[in-house]
């Protein structure tokens, strides 16, 4: 964690902002307190990735929440000019400024970071043409930091900062296992996925029904989940573990649709 902090420290130093990326399906609970904490000072661009997994009206919302964000499918959507424009445009006094020195080009220095999974290798990859020259080794800088050309205007550091998701905010962390993004050994999975079922219920009714033919009114949605599919351990005993498993991968996977897993209106 202080080598993690160490590090990020020093790359922020090299950075004229952070592109941080979160997942827009928990645009909250995918961020990361160190970053709030070792950036306060940044200029930052927030990145609602995996907007294609995400309920769209939630989306809009979130993006009206931040004060810079832009949405992303960072598989399918081009992304360097949005990228670049939105930058240049949060850093124009930095622009305009170096102009007024006589500095007709000024390379704007960025990094992306994010919790695991959310997406930064995709968008990286994304951003940065495919046959993009890396930059050379900067002298004077503690590690051999490599640097990507993006175009002429922006380049981007070549690795990017990874930062864990905070843990101790207990309805956080239940979204984050529900995703994928921290490990759910750590919680009761049955659990995990009776909220999972719970949630989508309450706030996209007929997705289940849609998904696994069930009758959304029923009382033990697992169960009927499990008897539906036939995911039994013996006849007529449904086997609730297998169950709790396909659909923890199917809510990974998007298979039961567009669903955001935060409320806008709950972080008023
Ligand atoms: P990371 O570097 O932050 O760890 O994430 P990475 O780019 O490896 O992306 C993690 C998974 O998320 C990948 O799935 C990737 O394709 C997917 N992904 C990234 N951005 C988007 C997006 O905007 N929309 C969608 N729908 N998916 C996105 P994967 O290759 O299947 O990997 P895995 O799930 O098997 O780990």
Known sequence: ????????????????????????????????????????????????????????????KWLSF??????????????????????????????????????????????????????????INNIVKKKAAKAENRPGVTKNLQWIRINEDVELLDTPGVLWPKFDDQEKARILALLGSINDDILDKEALCAFGINYIKENYPGLLNKRYGIDESKEDLIKEIALNRKWLVSEG???????????????RGGSLGRITFERYESAQ
């Open 237 to 251: 005993e449904p086997d609730i573990q297998k169950t709790c498993e396909m659909f923890l991968k199917d809510v």
């Open 66 to 123: 931040f004060e810079r964000a832009l949405p992303a499918d960072s598989v399918n959507d081009r992304l360097t000019n949005r990228v670049v424009n939105e930058v240049k445009d949060i850093l124009k006094d930095k622009l305009e400024k170096a102009k007024a020195r006589g500095i007709r080009k000024k390379t704007l220095r960025a990094m992306v970071v994010g919790i695991p999974n959310v997406g930064k290798s995709t968008f």
């Open 1 to 60: 964690m202080a080598k993690a902090r160490r590090q990020m420290e020093e790359e922020l130093k090299l950075v004229d902002i952070v592109i941080e990326l979160r997942d827009a399906r928990m645009p909250l609970a995918s961020a990361n307190p160190l970053l709030e904490e070792l950036a306060r000072n940044k200029k930052r661009l927030i990145i609602l990735n995996k907007a294609d997994m995400a309920d769209e009206e939630e989306n809009r």
